[in-house]
């Protein structure tokens, strides 16, 4: 069994940065995408970022390329969310999930109803 726990939100003024990391136990991340999702009360849970099991390829939504990275740190069995110039509506829930793949180490495809195992999230909050 994967446990997944995050870690490193907060509350942040706008054009700020944060960094949210997703440690991960129980197994190796060696076979699992690893994607940030985020989740606004009475929206529908929304993809952020996707990294492949290898962590040499990532895949981002269009609301924050440029702004954030998604980064994978093997040894440490963590993946990683640089959040730089946050903006109000960047206010959510995030939350990290696992999806078990023997797709090719390259493959970075994350859609929610796929994700295997999912943290409790961690609160981000931007405003001044």
């Known amino acids: 069994q994967l446990q997944i726990v995050e870690s490193g939100g907060g509350l942040v003024q706008p054009g700020g940065s944060l960094r949210l990391s997703c440690a991960a136990s129980g197994r190796s991340l060696d076979f699992y995408v690893i994607g940030w999702f985020r989740q606004v009360p009475g929206k529908e849970r929304e993809g952020v970022a996707c990294?492949?099991?290898?962590?040499?390829?990532?895949n981002y939504a269009d609301f924050v390329k440029g702004r954030f990275t998604i980064s994978k740190d093997n040894a440490k069995n963590t993946v990683y969310l640089q959040m730089n110039s946050l903006k109000p509506e960047d206010t959510a829930v995030y939350y990290c999930a696992a999806e078990f793949t023997t797709y090719s180490i390259d493959y970075n495809q994350c859609q929610p109803e796929g994700m295997d195992y999912w943290g409790k999230g961690t609160l981000v909050t931007v405003s001044s």
């Open positions: 990294i492949s099991r290898g962590g040499t390829s990532t």
